[in-house]
């Protein structure tokens, strides 16, 4: 099973999770990033997160998710396969290379380079209106999404 996790603001993110969850149909667990637990990782074989850039580091939530849940997993879930999209206004990369820090130490592996969703919300009022995905990135989450778990029930990651 591909458990995806999910944090957004403004349903970038939140878009993109849901296509990835679209992409990987019944093999998938989507789950809110205030509702992960433990048991929801020890639970799958390999992992999708999504969310979205905030002042050039993941959101708070997604931050917390981790914070909460690395200790209990740790030692537990080491070499199990990950990707990762990032819903961003300009760049993406803060998020991405915190995150990859962040799940080296549970020894994960990456298995798809990061999707970046460059929605380029400049201005204060851009940022926090809610946002519309292009439909080319929801596309690039599905084949992402049915990537991953295909790659699981085959067992090649």
């Known amino acids: 099973m591909l458990l995806i996790v999910w944090h957004s603001r403004t349903g970038a993110s939140r878009a993109l999770?849901?296509?990835a969850a679209g992409g990987a149909a019944r093999q998938a667990r989507l789950v809110g990033a205030a509702e992960a637990l433990p048991?929801?990782?020890?639970?799958?074989?390999g992992y999708l997160f999504a969310c979205p850039e905030n002042l050039a580091t993941m959101s708070g939530l997604m931050k917390e998710m981790f914070d909460r849940c690395y200790y209990p997993l740790l030692?537990?879930?080491?070499?199990?396969?990950?990707?990762?999209?990032i819903a961003a206004g300009s760049?993406?990369?803060?998020?991405?290379?915190?995150?990859?820090r962040i799940v080296t130490g549970w020894r994960l592996r990456r298995v798809a380079p990061p999707l970046i969703a460059n929605l380029r919300?400049?201005?204060?009022?851009?940022?926090?209106?809610?946002?519309v995905v292009p439909s080319s990135l929801l596309a690039e989450a599905a084949e992402l999404g049915a990537a991953m778990a295909s790659g699981l029930e085959q067992r090649i990651f």
């Open 91 to 100: 760049d993406g990369h803060g998020a991405q290379a915190q995150l990859d």
């Open 75 to 85: 030692g537990q879930i080491e070499g199990r396969a990950y990707a990762s999209m």
């Open 39 to 45: 048991e929801h990782f020890l639970a799958a074989r």
């Open 121 to 131: 919300a400049q201005s204060a009022d851009e940022i926090a209106a809610p946002k």
């Open 17 to 19: 999770a849901e296509a």
